[in-house]
């Protein structure tokens, strides 16, 4: 039986989904102004483990995760770089898709975007609004908290608790403090659809309640995201949610631990904010993945170059431990014997298994992969090997492989030195008119994914 941790109980509970065999799971996805950063990574890793476990167990999870594709850092990005809206985040969506597919993260059944869901989130709101849980001021409009008698229930804070210190910004119409807004009326120059309160965009916490219960229905089964996420934004999801449905929004939530950069707090103006995007140009991004899921979702991490380079070791022995077997495999047959090692494979699994079934609990199952590993080594230093005893060996290794998103055979990737160094040589070629050998460069590149771009500053490459 699977058990998670729920933020909203405080406590471990068995999983019992809402229809047998299935899982409806919503995680929160990121704002598409620019690329991702390592604090974003963290959360879709760790629920794509999940998704993975749940899924190694037979369940078949409708996993969702959206994009926030208009806001105002979008509109900012828009301003500064005068480019519309939709074009930045159609831009940075790729982005996404290509640095979490370095991270082995697989693709959600959907990935819903606000600005396909416009009318049902003025439908949401019209619903919220007639039942008295809502209302218009000049244009603007506001969830009235006080309507709902359970807020605070994620975040165990009292309404009473939260008025201390509640202020109305500057320019806000709203008539408590504690009311949040659900519709934004449109300032000049901003992106903007029509509703019945005039012209605006909607605010940020109704957007995932409209595309959850899109997607859905009116109660999930899991509810994930990052612990900063749990107040305001998980808290104001369930009061408009379960104001306009009248049922339960999420049966579990689930939020993952912070992330510090050499034990500091991550943040722009420390100078410490570390985009994936950039990172795994130096880091094999299969090592990056191995890390984070060294620490249970739940814990703080800390990232450092040291922490990530032991990650990296531990990986390599994984994975030479692995491709011996494989070449070990293809000279072994079938003698019998080993059967206690056998024993050991199946023992490694279970034990593997009750720490996932324990709030998904990655570090430990990763203990139990070196152990696993370990007892594979002791094996293989015999002269003979069983092909049964090796067989069982690298199926248990696939299957943690699977469950855990982390690759076993290694990928050589280029390193940026070593594309520059390319380049350099293309371009001696290409002065002593040896076009042959500079087009075997570019071509060779190419099929690493490496883009080269002809500037006026010189050649420059992107990773495609």
Not at 3 to 15: A, C, G, H, Q, V
Not at 54 to 69: A, C, I, P, Q, R
Not at 364 to 372: D, Y
Not at 403 to 412: F, N, P, S, Y
Request: glycine share 6%; with cysteine; hydrophobic share 35%.
């Amino acid at each position: 039986m699977v058990r998670i941790y729920n933020s909203l109980t405080r406590r471990k509970e068995d999983f019992r989904p809402i229809e047998d065999g299935k899982v409806k799971m919503y995680v929160c996805g990121p704002t598409v102004y620019n690329y991702i950063h390592i604090g974003n990574a963290r959360p879709a890793i760790a629920f794509d483990t999940v998704r993975r476990y749940l899924e190694h167990k037979g369940y078949d999870v409708n996993y969702v995760s959206n994009f926030t594709d208009v806001d105002d850092k979008l509109i900012r990005a828009s301003m500064e770089l005068k480019e519309e809206v939709p074009a930045i985040a159609d831009r940075f969506i790729d982005a996404f898709f290509e640095d979490t597919g370095a991270l082995n993260v697989k693709q959600a059944t959907e990935h819903p975007r606000v600005m396909d869901h416009m009318d049902d989130i003025i439908e949401f709101i019209k619903v919220l609004v007639d039942k008295g849980h809502a209302y218009e001021s000049e244009g603007d409009v506001y969830f009235k908290t006080r309507s709902f008698d359970e807020y605070g229930k994620l975040s165990h804070q009292s309404v009473d608790d939260l008025k201390v210190g509640a202020r109305i910004e500057s320019g806000e119409k709203k008539e408590d403090p504690l009311d949040f807004v659900l519709w934004k009326q449109a300032k000049e120059g901003e992106i903007k659809w029509g509703s019945p309160w005039g012209e605006g965009r909607p605010g940020w916490h109704i957007e995932c309640s409209v595309m959850a219960r899109h997607h859905l229905g009116d109660t999930i089964d899991i509810h994930a995201g990052g612990q900063d996420l749990t107040f305001p934004h998980h808290e104001n999801e369930i009061a408009q949610s379960e104001c306009m449905t009248d049922a339960t929004f999420s049966n579990y939530w689930m939020h993952n631990g912070y992330i510090n950069i050499d034990n500091e707090k991550m943040s722009k103006s420390l100078g410490n904010f570390i985009l994936v995007h950039d990172i795994i140009r130096e880091i094999d991004p299969n090592v990056l993945r191995f890390f984070m899921i060294s620490v249970h979702y739940r814990n703080p991490i800390n990232y450092n170059r040291e922490l990530v380079e032991a990650a990296a070791a531990g990986l390599e022995r994984i994975q030479s431990s692995y491709a011996q077997a494989k070449e070990r495999l293809e000279t072994s047959v079938g003698s019998g014997d080993g059967g206690i090692y056998l024993s050991v494979v199946e023992e490694k699994i279970a034990s593997f298994e009750r720490h996932m079934d324990d709030d998904f609990n990655t570090a430990n199952a990763i203990t139990v992969w070196h152990e696993l590993a370990t007892e594979l080594n002791k094996y293989m230093r015999g002269s003979t090997t069983d092909k049964e005893v090796l067989e069982a060996f690298i199926e248990a290794f696939d299957v943690f492989s699977e469950v855990l998103g982390v690759k076993l055979v290694r990928e050589e990737i280029l390193l940026d030195e070593e594309i520059e160094a390319l380049i350099e040589e293309r371009d001696a070629a290409r002065a002593n008119r040896d076009f042959a050998r500079a087009d075997e460069i570019r071509d060779s590149l190419k099929a690493e994914g490496i883009v080269l771009e002809d500037t006026r500053e010189g050649v420059r490459f992107k990773r495609g």
